[in-house]
């Protein structure tokens, strides 16, 4: 569904992604995991066009994609919800939902769409009234989420849906990205802090490091690699 | 104590149309982040053709700001891309660079006006301009309320849009956080270039609203430039009920001051209330 050939990416004269190439399958749910610095971010910031990659190329469902602006990427379905969220701080919750769903494709099934979004965030539902920039850290989260699933998408690029929340709510957050693929079907790509967590949710994991994808598989080879535990889960 | 009435209700009318003339500005900047010096210049241009239209052709001002607006909208969509988009790209503070452009801007067509209708003052009076009008048991010339009903239907109708329609909600959120605006699927570009044709369209409404009130000339715009900037840093940029909220005080300082006070005193208030604004709350006050 989604490949990444040899992808590089430069801030100014700096690498920061160097010949990455991954693939994510219909219907998996693929891992992207590797210390801060490593070039995750800028990767998936190159995949739904926010930044202009060097060299390589981006397939997505058949379309080359290399070098499409963010706008044109969100239309065929590839929907990224980014690190930090992204949300409208002065805009209500029920505003940013609807947003996501900006785009002619899913603004036709918006009503519908909002409703699981509710069904799936309940908290949402009793927040619906309130400024996004007034949630707690794991409400906006959820925000985030519900507003790339208003998007309908058919890859759903999540990028530290953890970060910063506590152990008790990152641990929800991850289970209910399980439940988003065995329950709607979803095909994700995660990056996440919460490396075994993840890996144990996963279908198949690439590791990154210093802009290099260093190494890949099933998650659940990778999670009783000796080098990874040691490195990333600090058994 | 009549006199103060009279001078409370013409400042708050002169308040309305001065918030017609500062909303497009207020959009602009914290939508855009376009800083349009030349916007009450460009004001004055269609407050200079309302005037040729009615002195020529007998048009109404309160029509031909209905058919100046639309068209300052299409010169909106022509100067972004022509004007704007090479001065902001690529640069470190779009704000400064887009001050000395619009300031040359509104230099020409200072100049230009001079050139077409030389610099003696001008009037729009039309057969209703200085009747009476009733308004809470006292009077105002029809010209100012008229002028006042522009600007007010101005600001309530651009907060409409902003906050009611699909669109506006789509032009916030380019403001708010444009890379989470562009993940969505809004093209963030084109919402600043509608942003700002709508705000020099706004710009012809203002304009003429306030060409109604005063009698004008070339370099008219630079003085009520200086009052529209006022009630937008006082409003806060982007902030519309706040435009209007900070236009009103405006219009009763002016009231009042201009009823109670020697003239020279009104530029020393309203300056030094911006001043004390800019040292407590340099964001503005409604904001």
């Known amino acids: 569904m989604l490949e990444v050939r040899d992808l590089a990416v430069y801030y100014g004269p700096f690498p920061a992604v160097r010949e990455a190439s991954i693939r994510v399958e219909p219907g998996q749910l693929v891992g992207l995991v590797g210390p801060n610095g490593a070039g995750k971010t800028t990767l998936l910031r190159a995949v739904s066009g926010l930044l202009k990659p060097a060299a390589g190329r981006i397939l997505f469902d058949g379309f080359d994609i290399t070098g499409w602006p963010a706008e044109r990427v969100c239309e065929l379905g590839l929907v990224h919800v980014p690190e930090g969220r992204g949300l409208f701080p002065r805009l209500t919750v029920l505003d940013n939902l609807r947003l996501g769903a900006y785009l002619p494709r899913a603004r036709v099934e918006m009503d519908r769409t909002l409703k699981e979004v509710f069904d799936l965030f309940p908290r949402l539902h009793e927040r619906r009234r309130q400024l996004a920039g007034t949630l707690s850290g794991g409400e906006q989260q959820m925000l985030a989420i519900g507003r790339g699933l208003m998007a309908r998408p058919r890859l759903l690029i999540l990028d530290e849906p953890t970060l910063g929340l506590s152990p008790r709510l990152a641990y929800e957050i991850l289970e209910l990205v399980k439940r988003l693929k065995t329950e709607r079907g979803l095909t994700l790509l995660v990056v996440s802090q919460e490396v075994l967590h993840l890996l144990n949710i996963a279908d198949y994991a690439f590791v990154m490091e210093t802009g290099r994808i260093t190494a890949e598989g099933p998650a659940s080879a990778l999670i009783s690699d000796p080098k990874m535990r040691q490195v990333y889960v600090g058994l | ?165 699909f669109l506006g909600l789509a032009v916030q959120a380019v403001a708010q956080n444009p890379d989470g605006a562009r993940l969505v699927g809004i093209r963030a570009e084109l919402m600043s270039m509608l942003v700002f044709a709508l705000s020099v369209g706004t710009a012809a409404v203002g304009g003429v609203g306030l060409a109604m009130i005063y009698s004008f000339g070339p370099a008219s715009y630079f003085d009520w430039l200086l009052t529209v900037l006022l009630i937008v840093v006082v409003g806060g940029a982007g902030a519309i009920l706040g435009t209007l909220a900070a236009a009103l005080t405006v219009g009763i300082v002016l009231g009042l001051g201009g009823a109670l006070l020697p003239q020279a005193w009104n530029s020393l208030i309203l300056f030094g209330m911006l001043f004390i604004i800019l040292l407590l709350r340099p964001y503005g006050l409604f904001r």
């Open chain 2, 1 to 165: 104590m009549n006199i103060v009435w009279t001078s409370l209700i013409s400042g708050l009318l002169l308040g309305c149309a001065y918030a017609g003339a500062a909303v497009g500005l207020s959009l602009a900047m914290g939508m855009a982040r376009v800083f349009n010096l030349a916007h009450t210049a460009l004001g004055l241009v269609c407050g200079y053709l309302a005037y040729f239209l009615l002195t020529t052709r007998g048009i109404d001002p309160l029509v031909a700001a209905g058919l100046l607006a639309p068209l300052m909208f299409l010169v909106g969509l022509a100067l972004w891309p022509t004007l704007f988009r090479p001065t902001v790209r690529g640069v470190a503070d779009p704000a400064l660079s887009t001050s000395i452009l619009t300031l040359g801007l509104a230099i020409v067509i200072e100049n230009l006006l001079s050139k077409v209708w030389t610099p003696n003052p001008r009037v729009i009076s039309t057969a209703y301009s200085n009747q009476a009008v009733n308004l809470l048991g006292l009077t105002a010339p029809a010209g100012v309320v008229i002028a006042a009903g522009l600007g007010l239907v101005l600001v309530l109708g651009i907060y409409w849009f902003l906050n009611r329609t």
